[in-house]
């Protein structure tokens, strides 16, 4: 159950109805400096003088709230093809947070508010009326959500369209109960006046939340309800107090979901101690462009992230044909938003960092219209964000299915995981161990065995590892983080191979690193010998690097944010040369210099 803000503590929320007391540590109402647990006055102490009672302000209005963690709070289901107001389904796991109510029906059926959401609710004015909806079907995309919302109240009907749809995944709403918003009348589509919605929420009678959307002729299928938040205290989101917030998997799922394509409204979600980016990681199995679904703990007042990064990495089963752009690679929900942000490169087999800034420059876009968000919007979506969606698969060259891992996602708020290396430069010499150096892509698919040997190295130890196609070596967590002072500087490392019998050609693709939204490569002169081969590139845009998608070349500025905010490593460690598909390839003496 996530934080809905004024909720009494200490009472357990049966959704029974609000609760009155505001939450410590939370400004709005003032309270009494002293009371009994009955909230009435204490007694005078004997041998004391009466003192004047203190001036008490009354109370904030509670919010009113459905969380459907025990039970369907009175909530039915109304209109398509059901006979009378309907009972819904409660399903105690798989809601947006907890539990959740749905449905199944045709046509244009409507989710009905139980009493505890009418009567005199005037104090909602200028407030939000926020809840999470979705739907079994999405197999076209989103449209606008016409009369989401219907109040009736004092002799009137008005409604309010959405900008977006619900997919399969829970999309969060958040109506603004206020004329500024295009509320409308239902009889003429008139513009609601303040009057107006005043007198409608002062005698607030029936409030109704579309269940179903007949799109692409889908006219049947289930619609699910979470989370219903009627906001009166004026209250905003409470922020959370750490300087990030994190999912490293280390430990377990940290409640993430998935959703959407074949997985539907929900699917499996494997969690693995090992084999992650770092440690631990999730996958999931899915056909389509199925996504993951973030926990409670990274919705909320989010506004410190404005201007800030969310990172996480990725990676998927299949890599057999080049990572073509990966559309809507996040979607933010909040505000009354749903936008959109894509990234220049898709995930492989090995570990994949990206980096999305949450700022109006980045490439954000409304889901639906394409249309830029601006930096209003950004700073809404952000202030009431109830939605991080990040897309767990890809379909590339018509692999339908696969399997899709997720690790170390990060939203930065007041500050950052991002740590500069103390040393004049990071070293792996492999000396004693494998010093957490992993493979993958190739025949590793997403990870695959390191062998140490303690001598033969140049000098001393190395490792090695054997596989087929062009695999690659993923730098541990001391290569990451802010290597701005490797700008100008050289990435060097010694390499060696099985086969030779052909003659060294040039090593496409030599070393690859992500950071900071975007993915460059440099490619070598020559490849790798039987022998020991050193290799070295400049960390500076007078070098050959250029971004993996599109093959142009790094600028300065593009170069100095990659190094300040550096999530992967890659150098390759097999090169197919003269039809020797698989073989044995060494790495030594890894230094990026810092100074």
């Known amino acids: 159950m996530q934080n809905m803000g004024n909720i009494e503590q200490g009472t357990p929320s049966n959704d029974s109805g609000a609760t009155g007391a505001s939450t410590p540590g939370m ?74 109510v749905s449905a199944d029906s045709s046509g244009a059926w409507a989710w009905i508010a139980p009493p ?16 999470y909806l979705n739907r079994s079907i999405d197999g076209c995309s989103a449209e606008r959500a016409e009369r989401i919302v219907v109040l009736e109240g004092a002799g009137m009907r008005i409604h309010i369209d959405a900008d977006y749809g619900p997919d399969n995944g829970w999309s969060y709403y958040s109506i603004g109960l206020v004329e500024t918003e295009a509320w409308l009348h239902e009889d003429d589509n008139t513009r ?78 494997e969690w693995k101690a090992s084999g992650g980016s770092v440690g631990g990681q999730l996958t999931a199995f899915g056909a389509n462009n199925w996504t993951w679904l973030a926990p409670g703990k990274f919705r909320g007042n989010m506004s410190a992230a404005y201007g800030k990064s969310l990172t996480f990495d990725l990676n998927r089963s299949n890599d057999d044909c080049r990572a073509v ?11 009354g938003y749903s936008i959109v942000h894509g990234a220049s490169f898709g995930p ?31 700073r809404a979506v952000l202030a009431d964000l109830g939605q991080i969606k990040i897309r767990g698969w ?22 950052t995981d991002i740590t500069s290396p103390a040393g004049g430069s990071i070293v792996s010499d492999f000396s004693d161990d494998d010093e957490q150096w992993a493979v993958a892509d190739g025949s590793f698919g997403a990870s695959g065995p390191v062998r140490v040997d303690n001598a033969g190295g140049n000098p001393g130890g190395f490792i090695s590892a054997d596989g087929s196609l062009n695999w690659y070596w993923i730098a541990p967590p001391k290569f990451r983080g802010d290597l701005s002072n490797a700008y100008g ?18 090593a496409e693709r030599l070393i690859v690193i992500e950071g900071a939204g975007m993915s460059i490569y440099f490619s070598g002169d020559f490849g790798p010998d039987k022998t020991w081969t050193a290799f070295s590139a400049v960390l500076s845009e007078t070098e050959l690097w250029f971004h993996t998608t599109t093959d142009s070349r790094v600028t300065k500025t593009e ?34 210099e810092l100074e």
């Open 394 to 415: 890809f379909n590339f060259c018509d692999r339908a299915a696969g399997t899709g891992g997720l690790d170390n996602v990060v939203l930065e708020l007041s500050g």
């Open 489 to 506: 500087h050289v990435i060097r490392f010694d390499l060696n191979r099985s086969n030779d019998d052909c003659y060294a050609r040039t």
């Open 325 to 335: 752009r990966a559309e809507s690679l996040v979607k933010l929900q909040g505000g």
């Open 559 to 592: 170069m100095q944010q990659v190094l300040a905010a550096v999530g992967q490593i890659k150098i390759r460690g097999w090169f197919n040369f003269c039809g020797r598909a698989a073989g044995t390839g060494g790495l030594d003496n890894v230094v990026v």
């Open 27 to 100: 400004t709005g109402a003032s309270t009494p400096e002293m009371q009994t647990p009955d909230n009435s006055t204490p007694a005078e102490t004997p041998g004391q003088a009466a003192s004047p009672s203190p001036q008490v302000d009354a109370p904030a209005p509670a919010d009113v709230i459905s969380l459907f963690d025990n039970g369907d709070d009175g909530w039915r289901a109304e209109g398509g093809n059901f006979p009378a107001q309907a009972r819904p389904t409660l399903d105690a796991e798989g809601g947006a947070s907890g539990g959740a």
């Open 348 to 378: 492989d087999k090995a570990w994949t960092h990206y980096s999305v800034r949450l700022h109006e420059t980045e490439p954000w876009f409304h889901q639906g219209t394409n249309d830029r968000v601006s930096g209003a919007e950004m």
């Open 192 to 269: 609601v006046t303040k009057e107006e919605l005043l007198a409608v929420l002062s005698e607030l009678g029936q409030l109704k939340i579309r269940g179903w959307f007949n799109r692409c002729d889908r006219s049947v299928g289930t619609g699910g309800l979470d989370d219903v938040v009627l906001k009166l205290d004026g209250l905003g989101r409470a922020a959370p107090a750490e300087p990030f917030l994190a999912s490293r998997f280390d430990a377990g799922a940290d409640g993430w979901a998935v959703a959407n394509g074949s997985l539907d409204r929900g699917g499996p979600v």
């Open 116 to 131: 505890k959401f009418r009567g005199d609710k005037s104090a909602a004015y200028g407030q939000s009326l926020t809840f």
